[in-house]
């Protein structure tokens, strides 16, 4: 075989590996998760238009629940609020795929231009943070952000921050606890989990 057809083709493998897509290994609390994404919806898909020119597809979706935006807005509720959701064509640029038919919980943000994107990196919610979106749970904690201690690496304390410390139970902090503006700065709404 040409030695440096085998080249070649190892040097395109390690492009095309290097090019995979991948998501940040520390857990997003779902304060942050709610707090950074600029649309949360339960929705259906009703259609996928092929790639564009910008590499990426486009779904048409019904919203039939947006817990970002205010529940008593009126046009998020009716079910014939159709939107369109671009991600990238392909898995490997992080790219979702969606069935059509099927509902979701989709996350994302939404540009300038009124665009809204998705992607596999993604908070995805569970439903039972669905649930404290639904009584306005984390709505006014959007100026706290929170961090976790992640392989022996602890985020520098601040007056607008609340640290999950190194060695506690995270799931305790991911579903029973917030970060909330106080006096003094944001601190953790309960004590249960220290």
């Not at 492009?15 to 991948?22: D, G, K, M, N």
């Not at 006014?140 to 007056?159: K, L």
Request: hydrophobic share 30%.
């Amino acid at each position: 075989m040409n030695p440096s057809l085998v080249s070649g083709t190892l040097v395109l493998s390690l492009v095309i590996y290097s090019e995979a897509c991948t998501c940040n290994p520390e857990p997003i609390h779902p304060q942050v998760g709610f707090c950074g994404s600029g649309f949360i919806v339960k929705a259906k898909v009703l259609k996928r238009s092929g790639s564009n020119m910008n590499m990426e597809v486009v779904y048409t979706v019904q919203i039939l629940r947006d817990y970002k935006n205010d529940n008593r807005n009126q046009y998020y509720r009716r079910p014939t609020t159709i939107r369109e959701i671009s991600t990238a064509s392909n898995g490997a640029a992080c790219g979702a795929s969606f069935r059509i038919g099927e509902e979701y919980t989709i996350t994302g943000s939404i540009s300038g231009n009124q665009k809204w994107s998705t992607h596999l990196c993604r908070w995805v919610p569970s439903y039972e943070q669905l649930n404290a979106f639904d009584s306005g749970f984390y709505k006014n904690t959007c100026a706290c952000d929170v961090r976790a201690c992640f392989d022996g690496q602890c985020p520098q304390p601040a007056s607008n921050r609340c640290i999950i410390p190194q060695g506690s139970d995270i799931s305790c902090f991911l579903n029973q606890n917030t970060c909330r503006p106080g006096h003094y700065g944001c601190t953790w709404h309960s004590p249960a989990c220290f």
